[in-house]
């Protein structure tokens, strides 16, 4: 009689918060995460996950990285317009 070993159960992802199964990936940091270690935050036209450990140190947003930026540009903006105000005040 041939052995028909059963491979027992398929390898789930468990959650990197708990040890429940994973549902998907966190939006960030890409760490499975299961429902209940998640928040659910809106991105534009789609719903991310992002997991708790993520939410706690940089708030559901998607793009903190993106905000930084901005604030770069604008001081840049900041600083020519101030050279282009200083180099008007010198010519008269
Ligand atoms: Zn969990
Ligand atoms: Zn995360």
């Known amino acids: 009689m041939p052995a028909l070993m059963s491979s027992g ?3 789930d992802a468990k959650c990197a918060l708990c040890e429940r199964t994973a549902v998907g990936p ?3 940091c890409k760490r499975p995460v299961c429902g209940d270690c998640c ?3 809106e991105g ?3 719903t991310f996950a992002i997991c708790l450990t993520c939410v706690k140190r940089g708030g559901n947003s998607l ?3 993106y905000r930084g930026l ?3 540009l604008a001081a840049i903006v900041v600083g ?3 050279f282009a ?3 008007i005040a010198l010519r008269r």
């Open 9 to 11: 159960d398929p390898p």
């Open 26 to 28: 966190c939006a960030r």
């Open 39 to 41: 928040e659910l935050t």
């Open 44 to 46: 534009g036209a789609t």
């Open 63 to 65: 793009a903190p990285a």
């Open 70 to 72: 901005v604030l770069w």
């Open 80 to 82: 020519l317009a101030a």
């Open 85 to 87: 105000a200083l180099t």
